[in-house]
């Protein structure tokens, strides 16, 4: 299947082509001709699938035609985040070069009046996160009524946001007669609810995963002490052949002590953490995407919502509090055929963190010892690599299974709600939603269309 059968505009698929796309990802491949069709959708793919141009390429070409009528948008996207809005809107930009549409984003931290000027005029496509849309409605400053499209994508992580009800709001301002699109990881029984009710029978797309991180990726855990830490690291990164590195830790504190650290120590590296503004993040991100540093030390919030991809290595200075951290961050290497390598450095205070870990992704990830890979701190040369994880103790099985691990592990809750017990200023937890994990493209995933 190739984009050129999913009958988009010969603009379009110009504009796909320049943007290096060769084949449509599995959602895409299911989702393009119906929404050309004009049909309602929901489609179910995890993070990283390609997703939004499944939404975004076929809206260009249905807003091809028309014009925009004074602060009437024609189309909605709704968005969980400011950061994802953003990066719809430069898919926007990149897909529809050869196409005239105008476009507005309504997000916090933008100038009100700035957004409000683009409205009068009228736009095509409006992105816009739910809060900000409802402050504007209620101002009186934009009209639904000539709203034929609307998108609400990332359902999953508006549920988590508490966004629900807004966007049940925002549903019943727009004419009934439109045509609306749904995009989630996960089908969370409210979010059915939701799709029973604002869509009309709806083409369904799954897109399955097999497995929750990809085979592409090798993993492993190194033991080490909070003390060796450093000196770990540092030795994985020497005798490793990193091209591109993000290094994560838990705490903003923690993500500038070691970026100041690596430099002092000769790697090129840069930060991005949660302290920063978003433009700063990109900045550093320019620098990092231009080679000038290889290596980028981050918090979990701040990487989200960054289009970060192909790494060679992820290595988690912090073994993550939350699974599905780990997940995400180790998703931002081994990309579409290239293998990638994920080390997470481990004290004996994680055993839980990494118990449920292992629980999520239904695997034992093979350890290594910090202490080898610390003696290949003395000036190893690059061909030599005493720390490659092929040597790593797989520990057996029954071993870990024990039922008193599994006791320990923590319900989410607790530990969302409990971050007080670490001494450093933790991250926000990430209500910041889940955005732009760049994760396995789609090679594992299969395709099951259901009408
Ligand atoms: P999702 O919304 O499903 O999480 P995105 O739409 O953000 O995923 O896409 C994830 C990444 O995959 C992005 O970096 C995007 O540029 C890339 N991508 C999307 N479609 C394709 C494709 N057809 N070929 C190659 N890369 C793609
Ligand atoms: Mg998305």
Redesign the pocket.
Known sequence: MSFADLGLSDETLRAVTEA??????P??AAAIQPVLMMRDLIAI?????????SFVLPMIDILAHGRARARMPRSLILEPTRELAA?VAENFEKYGKYHKLSMALLIGGVQMGDQVAALEKGVDVLIATPGRLMDLFQRGKILLTGCSMLVI??ADRMLDMGFIPDIEEICTKLPTSRQTLL?SATMPPPIKKLADKFLSNPKQIEVARTGSTNASIEQVLVTTTSRGKRETLRGLLRVEDVKTAIIFANRKTTVRELNQSLRRHGFASGEIHGDMDQSSRLKELDRFKAGEINILVASDVAARGL?I?GVSHVYNFDAPWHPDDYVHRIGRTGR?GATGKAFTLITDEDAENIANIEKLTGQTIPRIEGAKAEKAEAPAPRAERPARPERAERPAREERSTSSRRERAPRERDRRDAPAQHHNTPEPIATDADI???GP?PAFLSVRIAD
């Open positions: 290096g796309y060769t084949e449509p990802t959602v895409q793919a995890q993070t990283g699938t390609g997703k939004t141009a990066q994508d990332e995009f289009d991809k579409a732009n994990w760049n493209v």
